[in-house]
């Protein structure tokens, strides 16, 4: 498509409602430039053959973890929990090469393109060769990914990741952890070239491993270089039970109460996981700014817990979706996790609906992840809106869960309803990258993808 191309859907959702005969003009730098409800389909217009919906950012990714997805899911022990399958994952962090890397993400971000999203957040601390020295360039692992995404034309935000310690009583890292090895000045520095780098659809924040990976002089050290700039930092937070006891141990303060006491985020930060918290603990991150980062599906694989979702969204706290280890890589099954595990904690149905205001469960989820997407992505807007990148997607109304509903219940059919491919297409910056779930280069994709697994899995 070109620039000034005009897309003409029958049904969109825009200003969080569905709507009828909407015409969408993409401008010469792939956002758009018009969005209009009710005019008839002009014939210049490039009609689109189903509901048309934004897309979604994937505010959290390890991309080299969707090598590990499904390899994990067998005991020999006694126990097995986050901590036990985080041992077993380190040793595909400790084997993957830089063209192994691309190989995976590729794969991985055609598969986040036939989920849904067209802009991933890449959490990325897998840095340095394998006996933990740098690379020649010491980005070579950020050059594969953004190589990875550059090939499928999904949208890339670079996080280098500050991980400076194994544990709050910890000095240094494990040695199992040494190709993590960061400090402040090495992620900023990284940050700064990803974001100089001038690539289409590449941009860069800053991260920190954790409130145990990065102690308070590792925090007010990246804060002080990052200073006033708008750009987005990631940090996990209050994932595990135990992490929340070793913070209460270290520091007498639970981790979301300790960050915002001491370190004073605002709206630039973006908490990932924040499953376990506390009405003030919620009411303090609100206070800040911050957003929340879900990540239902890798939260469930690793039995983290439940987050309060009925928290958070009383409390005003932007919210995104994260596919983290990859397990899932839609934010259809995001969304439905994310309310079915409320559904079974609380013995209730359609938790996340406000009756009166949206009743809509799906309505309500999927218009607080889109109004979230944008800022995690260190992006200004995100939607079906003038300004924002033209980055949507075309419902089949013939899949399955979609067939024969009611145009106003699309989204609830969607969500609670839909199995198997239910995209027509998926368009970035006014371009389409996947039709009927085919992308030109998924052939190659596919098979560098399981030479890489065939090379790291051969001596398992």
């Known amino acids: ?251 007498g303060r639970r981790p979301m109460a300790y960050l915002c006491e001491d370190f004073r985020p605002d709206a630039r930060w973006h908490l990932v996981h924040a499953t376990h918290s506390t009405p003030e603990e919620i009411a303090a991150v609100a206070a800040s700014g911050a957003s929340a980062v879900i990540c239902p599906t890798t939260e469930a694989n690793l039995g983290d817990g439940l987050c309060d979702l009925r928290g958070w969204l009383a409390a005003g706290v932007p919210l995104s979706l994260g596919s983290d280890s990859h397990v899932g890589r839609g934010w259809v099954e995001e969304l439905r996790w994310l309310e079915y595990g409320q559904r079974l904690g609380l013995q209730q149905r359609n938790v996340a609906a406000q009756p009166g205001v949206q009743p809509s469960t799906a309505a309500r989820l999927f218009e607080a992840v889109r109004r979230g997407s944008a800022a995690p992505a260190g992006l200004r807007q995100w939607g079906l809106e003038v300004g924002a990148r033209a980055d949507f997607l075309v419902l089949d109304p013939a899949a399955s869960g979609l067939r024969g509903l009611p145009a106003a219940a699309t989204l609830d059919g969607l969500v609670f309803a839909s199995q198997g491919e239910v995209l027509q297409s998926v368009y970035v910056a006014g371009q389409r990258r996947l039709h009927q779930g085919q992308h030109e280069r998924q052939a190659v994709i596919g098979e560098r993808f399981e030479a890489a697994m065939a090379e790291l899995w051969r001596k398992t």
Not at 4 to 25: K, N
């Open 1 to 251: 498509m070109s620039a000034g191309t005009l897309f003409f859907a029958p049904q969109a959702w825009v200003d969080g409602r569905w709507q009828s005969d909407v015409r969408l003009r993409v401008d010469d730098r792939g956002h758009w430039a018009a969005v209009e409800a009710g005019p008839p389909c002009p014939p210049e217009a490039v009609r689109l053959a189903g509901p048309v919906l934004p897309s979604l950012v994937d505010a959290h990714s390890h991309a080299f973890q969707r090598a590990f997805a499904g390899l994990a899911e067998q005991r020999d022990s006694d126990s097995d929990d986050f901590w036990s399958w985080r041992d077993r994952m380190y040793g595909v962090a400790l084997r993957t090469t830089p063209a192994q890397l691309q190989a995976i993400a590729a794969q991985l971000y055609l598969e986040l393109l036939r989920g849904g999203y067209t802009q991933v957040c890449e959490f990325h601390y897998l840095q340095h060769t394998p006996d933990g020295s740098a690379y020649p360039d010491e980005l070579a692992m950020s050059w594969a990914l953004a190589d990875a995404a550059a090939e499928t034309g999904l949208g890339l935000t670079m996080l280098p990741v500050l991980y400076a310690h194994a544990g709050f009583a910890h000095p240094a890292l494990r040695e199992d952890q040494r190709r993590f090895r960061t400090d402040a000045a090495w992620v900023w520095h990284a940050s700064q070239r990803l974001h100089a780098a001038g690539r289409p659809l590449l941009n860069a924040g800053v991260a920190l491993h954790s409130l145990r990976a990065a102690h308070a002089e590792d925090l007010r050290a990246l804060q002080a270089l990052v200073g006033d700039e708008d750009r987005p930092i990631h940090i996990h937070i209050s994932e595990q039970q135990a992490e929340v006891r070793d913070c209460l141990a270290a520091t």
